[in-house]
């Protein structure tokens, strides 16, 4: 029996297309989840400085830390300073 470099059995292809489906799955997912995160910090954003809701005010509606909206609000001009011209579609 040959063994795959990482460790399952060559003979068991199913296996490793399985294993490889998943491991893109879990890349995807956290792609997805961390898109969603900066739609957030983009609605704090627009929420406190255009429309003018306190970061406190906003906490309180999601019931979380004011710490917590400021970092959304963070991850949203990261994302903005890291991909110029670039919309959230």
């Given at each position: 029996?040959?063994?795959?470099?990482?460790?399952?059995?060559?003979?068991?292809?199913?296996?490793?297309?399985?294993?490889?489906?998943?491991?893109?799955?879990?890349?995807?997912?956290?792609?997805?989840?961390?898109?969603?995160?900066?739609?957030?910090?983009?609605?704090?954003a627009?929420?406190?400085?255009?429309?003018?809701?306190?970061?406190?005010?906003?906490?309180?509606?999601?019931?979380?830390?004011?710490?917590?909206?400021?970092r959304?609000?963070?991850?949203?001009?990261?994302?903005?300073?890291?991909?110029?011209?670039?919309?959230?579609?």
């Open positions: 029996m040959s063994w795959h470099p990482e460790g399952v059995a060559t003979d068991v292809p199913a296996v490793l297309e399985a294993r490889e489906a998943y491991k893109q799955a879990e890349k995807d997912a956290l792609a997805l989840r961390a898109r969603a995160r900066i739609r957030l910090g983009q609605a704090v627009v929420a406190n400085e255009r429309d003018g809701y306190s970061l406190e005010h906003i906490a309180r509606q999601l019931n979380v830390a004011t710490e917590q909206v400021r959304y609000r963070q991850a949203y001009r990261d994302w903005l300073r890291d991909h110029p011209g670039e919309t959230l579609d």
